[in-house]
T-cell receptor, first 115, second 110 residues
């Protein structure tokens, strides 16, 4: 049973560029949430996708956008990258639109460094 | 503003020591409090607490919640080097995503 898979694991981008991160949820899950974890900080909720729509959003600018595909996988896009966007981006998988509790599973994350 | 505060932010102990990690919160519409262990990447689930005074245990780890004083503690007895990690406390509000604290970095030396 595949868990939550994310790609790429590491990447380096230049300020002003755009980046796309990908997530495949755990088998049987249909909801994907994205979190940003800066160094020395706890994860912060970016947004959640369920039934191919953004259902909830945290306090992040419009430069952060996403998409969910019919197979439940998801992408996180960040435009006009800033140095402060450097962080570990975690994907969390769950079912039926849930965003928390003990039934969510985190992926290994994508380390983004902006130089 | 909702917030979750963990203390200490870091600590170093020797193998065999007992440690207590703290988590206090101010969150509206509280639903549950969760503890995670994070070793480099994906947080892994440890406990979910919903009721005051009921201790959850798993091996050498235990946790309890005080909903009156708005805090939780995570205890680790007989620490091992494999316990070295960041321990995250998160609070679940009804119908919304988790609110995390900054985490406590635990280093266990042999």
């Amino acid at each position: 049973d595949a868990g939550v898979t994310q790609s790429p694991t590491h990447l380096i981008k230049t300020r002003g560029q755009q980046v796309t991160l990908r997530c495949s949820p755990k088998s049987g899950h249909d909801t994907v949430s994205w979190y940003q974890q800066a160094l020395g900080q706890g994860p912060q909720f970016i947004f959640q996708y369920y039934e191919e729509e953004e259902r909830q959003r945290g306090n992040f600018p419009d430069r952060f956008s996403g998409h969910q595909f019919p197979n439940y996988s998801s992408e996180l896009n960040v435009n006009a990258l800033l140095l402060g966007d450097s962080a570990l981006y975690l994907c969390a998988s769950s079912s039926r639109g849930t965003v928390s509790g003990n039934t969510i599973y985190f992926g290994e994350g994508s380390w983004l460094t902006v130089v | 503003e909702d917030k979750v505060v963990q203390s200490p932010l870091s600590l170093v102990v020797h193998e065999g020591d007992t440690v207590t990690l703290n988590c206090s919160y101010e969150v509206t519409n509280f639903r549950s409090l969760l503890w995670y262990k994070q070793e480099k990447k994906a947080p892994t689930f440890l406990f979910m607490l919903t009721s005051s005074g009921i201790e959850k245990k798993s091996g050498r780890l235990s946790s309890i919640l005080d909903k009156k004083e708005l805090f939780s503690i995570l205890n680790i007895t007989a620490t091992q080097t494999g316990d070295s990690a960041v321990y995250l406390c998160a609070v679940e509000r009804a119908g919304t995503a988790l609110i995390f604290g900054k985490g406590t970095t635990l280093s266990v030396s042999s």
